[in-house]
């Protein structure tokens, strides 16, 4: 279902129903855990990391008297806390959604007139299937003399319709929802290592407008993944 395939997939963008919970749950969890190799791949990478991972081969190397055996295994377990950390990150995220926002999505989106969920539907071999979805949360802007922004949020497009602009349709239903609820803004927060999603938010005017490392995560966490979030935004008025 890739750009290169000669079929075209036409995509229905509509709101949530109940019946969608699963197929829902199914696509946010894969699309979130997809990211998990490339933020390890991605910490592994950074110069601290590589230093401290020599640190611990030479380091178990040297002082087991030349045991090749221990500078592997300590080395090894250096590798597997940082990835652990990363599997964390993002499982841990999963579950927390999964138990607030998206345990109720009619109550949390549908319920009031400045929220909104939608779902992205396709017909694969003669059934429909829920291939993405993305919401808004309207929030009080402070200092702004009662004007309201719109929050993106559960933007997720599945692995099986990447390149297909579906991405696009899906932020830009959220955008016009935005405008129509007559929003000064529209933001987002993304991690650092979600590259494509950050260079399509780029694309679509959003702007970077703080960098920074608080989650509901440990710091400690945050500080082995090498992450960072950013928060971007885009003036609708």
């Known amino acids: 279902m890739h750009q290169s395939s000669k079929t075209k997939v036409h995509f229905v963008i509509r709101r949530y129903q109940p019946s969608d919970r699963e197929a829902v749950e199914m696509v ?55 990835y652990f950390c990363c599997y964390e990150f993002y499982a841990g995220y999963v579950r927390a ?33 829920v291939l993405g979805m993305v919401a808004v949360e309207g929030k009080s802007d402070p200092g ?11 933007m997720i497009v599945s692995s099986t319709c990447r390149r297909c602009g579906l991405g696009v349709r899906l932020a830009k239903t959220a955008e016009d929802f935005c405008r129509e609820r007559c929003f000064s803004k529209f933001k987002l927060s993304t991690t650092s290592t979600q590259k494509a999603a950050v260079a399509l938010y780029f694309r679509l005017g959003f702007k970077l407008v703080l960098v ?6 440990p710091k400690w966490m945050i500080w082995m993944t090498r992450s960072k979030i950013l928060t971007m935004e885009k003036n609708i008025e």
């Open 212 to 217: 920074h490392t608080q989650t509901e995560s």
């Open 144 to 154: 702004s003399g009662g004007k309201k922004y719109g929050e993106l949020y559960r």
């Open 97 to 129: 959604r999964l138990n607030t926002d998206m345990l109720d999505i009619p109550g949390y989106y549908l319920s009031n007139p400045d929220n909104c969920f939608w779902v992205a539907e396709a017909e694969i071999h003669g059934r429909p299937q």
């Open 28 to 82: 946010f969890r894969e699309g979130i855990m997809e990211h998990i190799n490339p933020a390890f791949m991605h910490a592994m990478t950074r110069p601290l990391h590589i230093t401290v991972s020599l640190f611990f081969y030479i380091g178990a190397y040297v002082m087991s008297g030349q045991s090749v055996v221990l500078a592997l295994v300590s080395g090894g377990a250096w590798i597997g806390l940082v």
